[in-house]
RNA sequence: UGGGGCGUGGCGUAACGGUAGCGCCCGGGUCUUUGGAACCCGUGGUCCAGGUUCGAAUCCUGGCGCCCCAGCCA
């Protein structure tokens, strides 16, 4: 039975994932005193491309399972490969994982750092027979490497003497030899069924400066020689890497074997996270960036977390979005509203309510005093007290939602229509008593309406009830504003399908809407605050916001289920 | 056709030989000064075939399906 601790309710505490097969592997390695009890991660980025949602997976997962421990997890850069890195990226990276809410505290590393004690190593290895200096092309190496089928064949350099291959790369490094001439190679197997394993190279020689090494180096590792030596230098204890580079663990292991590393680290792989509506690739990212179909790295439509942070999706939301799909190694398509789910839940607990009229229709009370103006106090959030109220002006010209009105009501169509009443929110009752078309078009332009003075605050002495309850703002009083509606990028689950993911953009996965109206007073606030827009769905600041001309972003939609039943109606016609 | 992985409702994810549970989505309802939120109810699942066992999602065998690997990328 359960005897080990487990729990049926699977209920772990601490980093706030799940229990899951990565936690039994740590358990079972406490149980048996391994590592002294530690348990030390790492978040392995390389510096070439901005964070998006599937990094922000791997993050919770790395920190998470060090602090679900009481380990530490180290923020390390692969830089390793000096033509397609960036000392940009390094800032980005570290900012959008600070804002997601992970420390590293003092361990912030790079690869680049260990390249002298790398180096050593690998000159450790040639002097015991494990490595060796290759002057086959590119393209031989290739040839030589066989196939998935075919066993490869061992390379004529293969069996060079220990000081000629020290001699060759002592001068590999010192520059005599140009790029691609050379490769450090580990001797293991050309026959084996892993092709990782097929003497796979260790070294290239590449004169590009490095951006922290500078012009030091000529010669670089590569990912297998400096990931696992790297998490060794570091005291790394799990290392926890994606589904793909499970083939590679043999070559882990066998490194760490070939230089007797005492309490080598254990790779773990886990699926990455996949989302439906969306790109993570790094080429199709680029792609939409820099042919325009986005605005750039951080359009509110795209995965990556400097998108996900303009767009305004709080970093609590996330992490428990990837704490909730759980680290499994089974390949899974995650769906888009998972996320939403998850915004939503956060930003129903956190967010003001204010008022926004997107498509404003002008209402007159005819029966309101001119002139007159008067102040209600309305919640800032029913889901905490502790938010407040505010006062909101009423005055005799409002604007309401013009799809809040319609003429000719359809069943369960509960807002206003003409002879019908319903509530403003924390005002009064309004009836509608007239129509105002504009006679070239017959557009309604302005609504004529009376309302009951004794339903001042929302209720009446007679309790008679109104179906539904409408938001509003004051036209004297309200702001106008942009407002930015954002839907999926693209229309379909698998962006992939059919014609490529560019022929599956979604055209209308912005629509900016101008001539919104706004409560007075957030034009005081900073970009990045979120706001629920009363019956819209939550909305946050956009950086391109000023005093002047206010810019909102939507976040996400709230469910609508008028929404629904309009879908089922025109359905069933 | 070599090797490495993975198959549980529509989508995720639990179960550690003993009642297939949870979240999302979907459907219905209660409530509501947000057609929001909350709450209640519901539809629906172990890839297939054998085997072991009192008992199999779980163990074994064999299929089938999907993913990854032939960079001097990571």
């Known amino acids: ?76 850069f692969d830089d390793t490969n000096p033509s397609k890195e960036d000392p940009e990226y390094v800032e980005a990276i570290q900012r959008d994982i600070r804002w997601l809410g992970y420390d590293w505290g003092d361990r912030l590393y790079f690869a680049s750092d260990y390249f002298e004690q790398l180096y050593q190593y690998a000159e450790e290895l040639i ?54 001439s050379r490769v450090l190679r580990a001797k293991i197997d050309m026959r084996s069924p892993n092709i990782n394993m097929r003497d796979p190279v260790l ?78 690739s790094k080429r199709k990212l680029r792609q939409l960036v820099e042919e325009g179909y986005v605005r750039g790295w951080d359009d509110p439509r795209l995965p990556t977390l400097s998108g996900m942070r303009r767009r305004g999706y709080p970093p609590e939301a996330i992490r428990m979005f990837c704490e909730q799909t759980g680290v499994t190694k089974t390949n899974s398509v995650i769906h888009i509203s998972q996320l939403e789910h998850c915004v939503r839940e956060v930003l129903n607990r956190k967010a003001r309510r204010v008022m926004a009229v997107l498509r404003p229709l002008k209402v007159v009370i005819t029966n309101y005093p001119e002139g007159a103006m008067e102040e209600f106090e309305v919640e800032n959030n029913p889901e905490d007290p502790a938010a407040g109220t505010r006062r909101v002006p009423f005055t005799r010209e409002i604007y309401i939602e013009r799809d809040d009105f319609l003429e000719d009501p359809p069943p369960k169509f509960f807002r206003l229509a003409p002879g019908r009443e319903v509530r403003l929110k924390g005002a009064y009752y309004i009836t509608c008593q007239e ?36 938001h509003w703002v004051s036209a004297a009083h309200a702001r106008p504003a942009e407002v930015r509606l954002y839907d999926h990028l693209f229309l379909t689950e698998d962006p992939d399908e059919g014609g490529g993911f560019l022929a599956n953009l979604n055209p209308e996965s912005l629509k900016v809407l101008t001539g919104c109206l706004v ?35 939507r976040i996400v939609s709230l469910k609508d289920a008028w929404a629904k039943i309009r879908g089922q109606q025109v359905k069933a016609r």
């Open 519 to 553: 409560e007075a007073g957030l034009e005081d606030c900073e970009p990045g605050r979120q706001f629920q827009f009363l019956r819209h769905g939550y909305f946050s600041v956009d950086p391109d916001s000023t005093q002047k001309r206010l810019v909102f972003n």
């Open 435 to 470: 129509v105002v078309k504009d006679p070239d078009t017959g557009d309604v332009i302005e609504l004529r309406c009376t309302y009951d003075p004794a339903s001042r605050g929302g209720e009446t002495p007679d309790g008679r009830r109104v179906k539904a309850t409408l």
């Open 127 to 180: 002097k015991r027979g494990k490595a060796y200096v290759c002057d086959l092309s590119p393209e031989e190496i290739r040839e030589y490497r066989g196939t998935l089928t075919e066993p490869g064949r061992e390379s004529p350099y293969r069996n060079r003497s220990v000081e000629e291959n020290l001699d060759l790369f002592r001068r590999m490094r010192a520059g005599e030899f140009p790029d691609g």
């Open 203 to 280: 070294y290239r020689i590449q004169h590009t400066a490095h951006h922290r090494t500078g012009d030091t180096w000529c010669i670089y590792p590569t990912y297998d020689f400096a990931h696992p030596l790297s998490d060794a230098i570091e005291g790394v204890t799990h290392s926890l890497c994606t589904l793909e580079f499970e083939d590679h663990r043999p070559l882990y292991n066998w490194l760490l074997e070939a230089l007797e590393i005492p309490e080598p680290p254990k790779q773990i792989e886990f699926a990455r996270l996949n989302l439906s509506h969306t790109v993570t």
């Open 1 to 76: 039975m359960v005897s080990d601790g487990h729990k049926p309710d699977n209920g772990r505490s601490g980093g706030g994932l799940p229990g899951n097969f990565i936690q039994d592997i740590i358990d079972e390695d406490r149980r048996a005193g391994r590592y002294g009890g530690r348990v030390h991660t790492r978040f392995p980025p390389e510096p070439n491309g901005y964070l998006h949602i599937g990094h922000a997976k791997a993050i919770v997962v790395d920190f998470g399972i060090a602090q679900a421990n009481g380990g530490l997890c180290n923020l390390r």
